[in-house]
């Protein structure tokens, strides 16, 4: 299922999964992921991985003020009592040393089963680790990363021209991963292993990140559903009350958008993760 938001009415949902939001990159759609965290409220929301992009952090440091408003409203949705688990991917791998702590009320987990409202069992992890490219080649990883961040750049100025001759948002770099044979298979060999990871768990559902390729199938008797990403597709899974799963495209271009929230609790938060793991 897909559907892009069209009324400025929010959303009361059960759970919210988002991933691959990279914040720290200057690809990272900040401000169309705070108008969707605007319009959407969740009992809980789980961070499923690549959520701040520690591989260009490190390389070049860059943390606009909407980086910090990202991670103020998510703490803030925390304090009003949503539930809200992190599961670390690849470029936030850092966290991986903390699991079962808590940061502001955001719990790190290495791999989360969700049971559905309809009682279908999910398993729950960010996929990195099925990547092979990212297990046995790291020195590849990272060409394959900076090779993403030209086809990213592209993109940017290509939209540009494009809101100025009035015409929608179109991904340059996820048309151009589509066109590649060995993309479309890497992403159908890596759907399969997921999805007997899953089965290997006794869930009847997978829910993943990692490859910026969102869906909602059945692999077998397993229910596969990737969360895409915020660099290109701007998309996340919510689950609604019935147990029913949506994928929602947030199609709305609200260009600048921020809420102007204090920041400070946001760089404690960041400066206590920077802090425990030098530690």
């Not at 789980?46 to 701040?52: A, F, M, P, W």
């Not at 702590?101 to 955001?106: A, S, Y």
């Not at 929230?261 to 400070?264: I, L, N, T, V, Y």
């Given at each position: 299922m897909m559907a892009a938001q069209q009324d400025n009415s929010v959303r009361k949902l059960r759970t919210?999964?988002?991933?691959?939001?990279?914040?720290?990159?200057?690809?990272?759609?900040?401000?169309?992921?705070?108008?969707?965290?605007r319009h959407h409220e969740a009992e809980t929301i789980?961070?499923?991985?690549?959520?701040?992009d520690g591989w260009r952090?490190?390389?070049?440091?860059?943390?606009?003020?909407?980086c910090n408003d990202v991670v103020q409203k998510l703490l803030r949705k925390a304090r009003k009592g949503a539930r809200i688990v992190y599961i670390p991917g690849n470029h936030d791998e850092f966290l991986r040393d903390f699991p079962g702590?808590?940061?502001?009320?955001?719990e790190v987990a290495q791999r989360y089963m969700h049971e559905g409202a309809d009682g279908r069992k999910y398993l729950v992890l960010h996929g990195d680790e099925f990547?092979?490219?990212?297990?046995?080649?790291?020195?590849?990883?990272?060409?394959?990363?900076?090779?993403?961040?030209?086809?990213?750049?592209?993109?940017?100025?290509?939209?540009?021209?494009?809101?100025?001759?009035?015409?929608p948002y179109w991904s340059f770099?996820?048309?151009?991963?589509?066109?590649?044979?060995h993309a479309v298979n890497f992403i159908g060999e890596f759907q399969k292993v997921v999805a007997e990871e899953a089965r290997r768990h006794d869930a009847q559902g997978v829910i993943c990140g990692h490859i910026h390729h969102a869906v909602i199938e059945e692999i077998g008797d397993i229910r596969y559903i990737n969360t895409g990403d915020w660099v290109e597709s701007c998309t996340a899974i919510a689950e609604h009350?019935?147990?029913?799963?949506?994928?929602?495209?947030?199609?709305?271009?609200?260009?600048?958008a921020s809420e102007g929230?204090?920041?400070?609790e946001a760089d404690k938060l960041l400066a206590q993760l920077l802090t425990q793991r030098a530690a």
């Open positions: 919210l999964f988002i991933s691959d939001v990279h914040l720290g990159s200057k690809a990272a759609k900040t401000d169309y992921l705070l108008d969707f965290l789980v961070l499923v991985g690549d959520i701040v952090l490190k390389r070049s440091w860059y943390w606009p003020q909407n702590v808590h940061f502001g009320g955001i990547d092979v490219v990212v297990r046995n080649a790291r020195v590849l990883a990272y060409l394959g990363d900076w090779a993403y961040d030209t086809a990213i750049a592209i993109n940017i100025g290509l939209a540009a021209v494009r809101r100025r001759l009035g015409m770099s996820s048309w151009a991963k589509l066109q590649v044979k009350h019935d147990g029913t799963m949506e994928l929602i495209t947030w199609h709305q271009m609200r260009g600048g929230e204090a920041s400070g």
